[in-house]
């Protein structure tokens, strides 16, 4: 291990984080950007399969918390695409050939496991179709439990501008966690949506597990 390798793991043993590039490994740095990119990419590509159900969502109360949800994305994807950039990653020739790509969809019945299969660097579950209001519920409630386990190992982190940044990543993602659960129970709970909400359960399920990698 080199001198600044050294240094670096002896200030993080300490408990004290780093604060810029300076103080990092190139090893250190690509793994960090690595990281920052797959939340960054996620939240945007979530942002987008989100929208169109601020037209479609059941009442006008609905489409206002679904438009929040749209803008607590999008805000997310900037605040960290902002820590990227100050890290010297070029964010604009990251989005700008991949702003299409994160559009894209699968289909529904399409089963890619863990694979990635786009460039981009999105968490998975962000290629299947939102296709029903009870996907949009499902998955968020869901998928924001999902995030919120990875949030938390952020907080843990060595990288002090992500951890400090994610504190208003996750008060908002407990919004988005709540709004699911109302949800959930209302449709579980009518007979007339209780089948439907267990079948979208079961696929939003498996898909969230997913992110957390292959077992072993």
């Keep these: 291990m080199g001198g600044d390798a050294v240094r670096m793991m002896a200030k993080i043993e ?8 300076d103080e990092m490994t190139p090893e250190y740095r690509e793994a960090l950007v690595h990281l ?4 960054a990419d996620s939240e945007l590509a979530g942002g987008y399969g989100y929208v169109p159900w601020i037209m479609k969502a059941p009442t006008v109360e609905e489409k206002h918390v679904v438009a929040q949800i749209v803008k607590d ?17 070029d964010v604009d ?9 994160f559009r894209m969809r699968i289909d529904a019945a399409a089963d890619i496991g863990t ?7 999105r968490v998975n579950i962000f290629y299947y179709p939102i296709d029903t209001w009870a996907d949009f519920i499902f998955f968020n409630f869901c998928m924001d439990r999902g995030a919120g386990h990875q949030l938390e190992d952020v907080r843990q ?9 994610i504190e208003g990543i996750f008060k908002e993602e407990k919004f988005h966690i709540r709004h699911g659960e109302f949800w959930v ?5 009518d007979p007339a949506t209780h089948d439907e909400a267990q079948t979208t359960f079961n696929r939003w399920y498996i898909r969230t597990m997913n992110i957390f990698g292959r077992p072993g």
Excluded: N
């Design 93 to 101: 020739a990251h989005v700008r050939p991949h702003d299409e790509i």
């Design 115 to 121: 694979t990635r299969i786009t460039s981009d660097k």
């Design 73 to 89: 994305e999008l805000r997310h994807a900037a605040v960290m695409y902002g820590l990227l950039a100050d890290l010297g990653f």
């Design 157 to 165: 982190c060595s990288y002090g501008p992500w951890v400090r940044a």
């Design 185 to 189: 129970k209302k449709l579980a709970g």
């Design 36 to 39: 920052m990119t797959m939340q």
């Design 14 to 21: 300490t408990g004290e984080r780093l604060e810029s590039p």
